[in-house]
């Protein structure tokens, strides 16, 4: 039986990084596609066994150079995605445009299987152009390519992640921490883990014309979320929902930083819960039930946020 080859789009992310270790363990071949070779590859070299992980640098996203890529390979994975953008559509360029010309060549190439990495309730969010353009990039792979599979994730989370990290730090230097919507948005956080095991299954097993959502084992309120992140760190801080014209204001702000900590956009999209739908079908349902759940995991990295470090005396607040 031939060896598949793996053509891995966004591999520098949390789940990229993963997936790697998890594809070259299991004996795939991996070309992993970044945009700056020297700056990613002694991060992604040290993810895979030698001789299974080949890097190559494409900085534009050129036709003949996607068609020398996806034509040597079984399997295309596309993880790439941005949350904010730089600059104008960059979210369509991104979610939409770049879903649409990986698929047409999946099919022109009758590659086996496109794997897609899209985003849970974006369906509802219409008014959000970050959720509008990852809508309308599965609805273009849907009509480009019958072998897809789409994934949609809930908030994927890990000591590699900018979710978890990031609140962390700023509850270890903030004496407050807004609430918006007043924390009620609800959400089903995976662990990264468990997230590469599912797209490991969809590699390795005959799933096709699949769109899956990607839930863990537990249901959050984004309030309970941040309690738990303040348990974990041991620290005390103020919660504090802010009323809907304060909250566009601070996001209006916080989108001005370099590494914006909030969007308009995002803002957005905190209206809506971030959990299964009765739309499409979830591991649990197909049998690839998500174990880890969010107090066990955070708490083997929230040490690094505990004044006193791995050894100190966590405290129940």
């Not at 992980?53 to 079984?74: A, G, T």
Request: charged share 25%.
């Amino acid at each position: 039986m031939k060896q598949k080859e793996i053509l891995l789009f966004g591999a520098t992310g949390q789940i990229g990084r993963n997936l790697i270790r998890k594809l070259s363990k299991n004996n795939y071949k991996i070309t992993a596609v970044t945009r700056n070779i020297h700056r990613a590859g002694y991060i992604l070299k040290t993810q895979a066994n030698p001789g299974y992980l080949r890097l190559v640098e494409l900085k534009n996203f050129k036709p003949d150079k996607i068609d020398e890529l996806i034509q040597n390979c079984s399997i295309c994975i596309n993880l790439i995605g941005i949350l904010y953008e730089r600059n104008k559509d960059h979210f369509k360029i991104i979610h939409t445009d770049l879903p649409d010309m990986l698929s047409k060549k999946a099919e022109y190439f009758k590659i086996e299987k496109f794997i897609h990495l899209s985003a849970l309730g974006i369906e509802n969010a219409s008014e959000s152009k970050y959720a509008l353009s990852k809508l309308q990039g599965e609805n273009k792979i849907k009509k480009n390519f019958n072998n897809y599979i789409i994934l949609r994730p809930s908030i994927v989370y890990s000591v590699d992640d900018n979710f978890t990290t990031n609140f962390m730090s700023l509850m270890s230097k903030l004496p407050v921490i807004p609430l918006y919507y007043g924390g009620s948005t609800k959400f089903t956080p995976i662990h990264v883990t468990d997230l590469v095991n599912i797209i490991y299954e969809m590699i390795d097993n005959r799933y096709k014309n699949l769109t899956l959502e990607c839930i863990g084992p537990e249901e959050l309120t984004f309030k309970e979320i941040l309690e738990k992140i303040l348990l974990s760190i041991n620290k005390k801080r103020i919660l504090l929902p802010l009323p809907e014209p304060l909250a566009k204001l601070s996001a209006k702000i916080l989108q001005l930083l370099p590494e914006p900590l909030l969007t308009e956009d995002q803002l957005k999209l905190l209206k809506y819960d971030n959990c299964k739908t009765d739309k499409h079908k979830n591991n649990f349902e197909i049998g690839l039930e998500s174990k880890r759940k969010f107090d066990d995991e955070i708490g083997k990295y929230s040490y690094n946020w505990r004044t006193g470090g791995q050894f100190a005396k966590k405290n129940n607040i």
